[in-house]
Nanobody, 115 residues
Framework: QVQLVESGGGLAQAGGSLRLSCVAS????????MDWYRQGPGKQREWVAG??????TNYADSVKGRFTISRDNKNTVYLQMNSLKPEDTAVYYC??????????WGKGTLVTVSS
């Protein structure tokens, strides 16, 4: 079983920054890609950014140039969020995809951006 724990959420002002972290733990697994998703109030969950085991990254257009995803080892991923906007307010979820194509999700961390 794999557990994902996100941290780093909180309250920020528009134009400010926050850094989210996600750590995957467990036994007998190997993670390929790690992604961040978010779900804003009254909205569907949407993909934000992803990073492969080899370090290749991709971003949603809405966050490109403002957010940076990184990975400091195989099982920890970060999301540096700069120039935050009120529309970035959401619960942010981490997803890890194993090499057996099984997806694991964290419980989320709330980010609130005030105008």
């Amino acid at each position: 079983q794999v557990q994902l724990v996100e941290s780093g959420g909180g309250l920020a002002q528009a134009g400010g920054s926050l850094r989210l972290s996600c750590v995957a733990s467990g036994r007998g697994f190997s993670i390929s890609t790690m992604d961040w998703y978010r779900q804003g109030p009254g909205k569907q969950r949407e993909w934000v950014a992803g990073i492969t085991r080899g370090g290749n990254t991709n971003y949603a257009d809405s966050v490109k140039g403002r957010f940076t995803i990184s990975r400091d080892n195989k099982n920890t991923v970060y999301l540096q969020m700069n120039s935050l906007k009120p529309e970035d307010t959401a619960v942010y979820y981490c997803k890890a995809s194993s090499t057996y194509n099984i997806d694991y999700w964290g419980k989320g961390t709330l980010v609130t951006v005030s105008s």
